[in-house]
């Protein structure tokens, strides 16, 4: 378990991280999101000591972490393994090479029978049997953060830290290289902290979610909790994607759909019951893992809206009215 | 006549050649050997370095600077007492060694320190996230990944040191440029001259082609 608890930074008088708390939870997939600035990558860099803090204090299982103590460092390094944007592979190295790496630093023979199995085995999850012998620039982007993944994997971490992992690869390489953190964290149970802008990100892999802005955290929760009805503006101009052209006339109400909720025909119901039409203006289904969410936007008449909004209660559906 | 002229030649290039071989050899070897320590320290101390220590990395490039620019021929003159202590005697192939090797050290310890400095920082970041040690760092990371860039470096030593020899014949080195000023240019024997010329070219050329066909492999 990672607890991080008022951690502090600025950079030349600049504050970076202002009071930062939260608590990762063991074989959980966490993202921490926000916009590019919002000091993610150096909170997650504070976690492995790359990065030193000004003040708080993070707790990894016990130990705290203290980059003055270069030895205590190295060992909790050793526990967790780093992915990062622009893959950082040696161009000099081949895939077996670059996944051995790691190995070497703690004085492990690669080239021993234990290692030559561990490293095949990782070739082999991550699915790059083809190309043990292949330089980095012989590999597609996914393939190469593949290999990277294999490596940060080498030394058995209990933690992997990925820094803005998919953001220079295509969406469909990104689904990819999801997949797989998502098995890494169910078959080997290890706990996975993910800093990204990406939201696709976020719903397809993260159990928990921590939006920053501006040095701090906003918002922490489920995703779906946090961004299918999200009750901030900073998180809701964030989700925005420009595209929701509303009539400007009458009301525009937002309806929430969770689980068993878009089972029943409540639109039409309503429909009926009231005699009213009204027109479905925007609708949109989003998936966080495994689950289905939607929402849609009705807009209706402005002396409606009272009878509208109390036969929504009355079926217990989740509703806002937009501005 | 014309014979005997020609095998004299043929001696007289040959044995120069060999000893510009042997000063470039020699000189090239000591100067990349002492040139890697500044290299390193000046990496390891960069602003963008492992420990950047501002002071220590502005003397020693300053002091780089200043060593790169002495002209050649009046530091070999200067460092005579210095060659003397050293090779036991100031004149000859062996002793103008010295001279090429002090000139070559700033010059490839600043080709080194650039080759090594152009390692992907993110590589390195990389490699600290693994806890890997700073001397770890040093040889695993940033001199393996730049060995390719800095045989680039020695390469350009090479031909350098070639054309810095011909001036250390000033000080009975030897050597085909030596052999191009005193038989070609001061006895006005053209054909000397056109042979010393064309050997160096040639020369220059191989080394030049070795250097990118290791470069490549390398890489």
């Known amino acids: 378990m990672i607890t991080i608890t008022n951690v502090e930074k600025s950079f030349q008088g600049l504050r970076v991280l202002k009071g930062i708390s939260l608590s990762i939870e063991d074989h959980e997939i966490y993202g921490i999101i926000g916009q590019s600035g919002a000091g993610k ?17 993070i707790n990894i299982d016990g130990t705290i972490v203290n980059t003055k103590n270069k030895k205590d ?17 040696l161009e000099r190295l081949d895939v077996y090479d670059n996944i051995a790496l790691p190995l070497k630093f703690w004085g492990i023979k690669p080239k021993s029978k234990e290692s030559k199995e561990r490293i095949l085995n990782l070739i082999h999850l991550v699915g790059l049997d083809e190309k043990i012998h292949a330089k980095p620039k012989e590999l597609s982007g996914g393939q190469k953060q593949r290999v990277a993944i294999a490596r940060a994997l080498v030394l058995n971490p209990q933690f992997l830290l990925c820094d803005e992992a998919t953001s220079a690869l295509d969406p469909e390489i990104t689904k990819g290289i999801l997949s797989l953190l998502q098995k890494i964290n169910k078959e080997l149970g290890i706990t996975i902290v ?16 921590a939006f920053l802005s501006d040095g701090r955290v906003l918002s922490e929760g489920k995703p779906e909790e946090l961004f299918i009805m999200p009750a901030n503006k900073e998180i809701k101009s964030f989700l925005r994607d420009g595209s929701e052209q509303l009539p400007k006339t009458g ?15 409540v639109v ?9 039409d009204f027109s479905i203006c925007w609708a949109k289904l989003e998936d966080f893992r495994e689950n289905v969410y939607g929402s849609l936007v009705l807009n209706m008449k402005e002396e409606d809206k009272e009878r509208v909004c109390e036969f929504l209660n009355k079926k217990n559906v989740h509703w806002e009215v937009l501005d | 006549m014309g014979i005997i002229s020609n095998a004299s030649m043929t001696s007289v290039i040959l044995k120069a050649l060999w000893q510009t071989l042997y000063m470039v050899f020699w000189s090239t070897l000591f100067s990349v050997i002492i040139g890697f320590i500044p290299a390193v320290v000046l990496t390891l101390t960069a602003p963008d370095g492992l420990h ?6 502005e003397v020693l490039s300053f002091l780089i600077n200043v060593f790169r620019s002495f002209p050649f ?7 005579i007492p210095f060659t003397r202590l050293v090779v036991g005697k100031a004149i000859g192939t062996t002793a103008s060694i010295v001279p090429l090797t002090l000139s070559a050290i700033p010059f490839i310890a600043r080709i080194m320190e650039n080759a090594l400095r152009e390692t992907n920082h993110g590589v390195i970041e990389a490699a600290k996230s693994f806890g890997a040690s700073d001397i770890q760092i040093l040889f695993r990371v940033y001199v393996k990944e730049s060995v390719p860039r800095m045989l680039n470096g020695v390469i350009l030593l090479i031909i350098s040191l070639v054309g810095y020899s011909a001036m250390a014949g000033t000080v009975g080195g030897g050597g085909i440029g030596d052999i191009a000023i005193r038989f070609g240019y001061q006895q006005y024997k053209t054909d000397y001259l056109v042979v010393c010329s064309l050997i160096l070219i040639v020369f220059v050329q191989i080394i030049q082609m070795i250097g990118n066909y290791l470069y490549k492999k390398l890489s």
């Open chain 1, 41 to 57: 990558s150096t909170l997650l860099r504070c976690i492995n000591g790359l990065e030193t803090f000004d003040a708080g204090e």
């Open chain 1, 73 to 89: 460092l190295r060992a909790l390094q050793k526990r967790i393994g780093m992915i990062f944007q622009n893959f950082n592979l």
């Open chain 1, 194 to 209: 993910v800093v990204t802008h990406q939201m696709e990100v976020v719903k397809q892999i993260c159990s928990k979610v």
């Open chain 1, 251 to 265: 009301v525009n109400i937002q309806l929430f759909f969770f689980g068993e909720g878009s089972e029943e025909p």
């Open chain 1, 268 to 276: 039409t119901q309503m429909a009926r019951e009231l005699k009213e």
């Open chain 2, 52 to 57: 950047p220590q501002k002071a220590v990395y």
């Open chain 2, 73 to 79: 021929i009046i530091l070999l003159v200067l460092v």
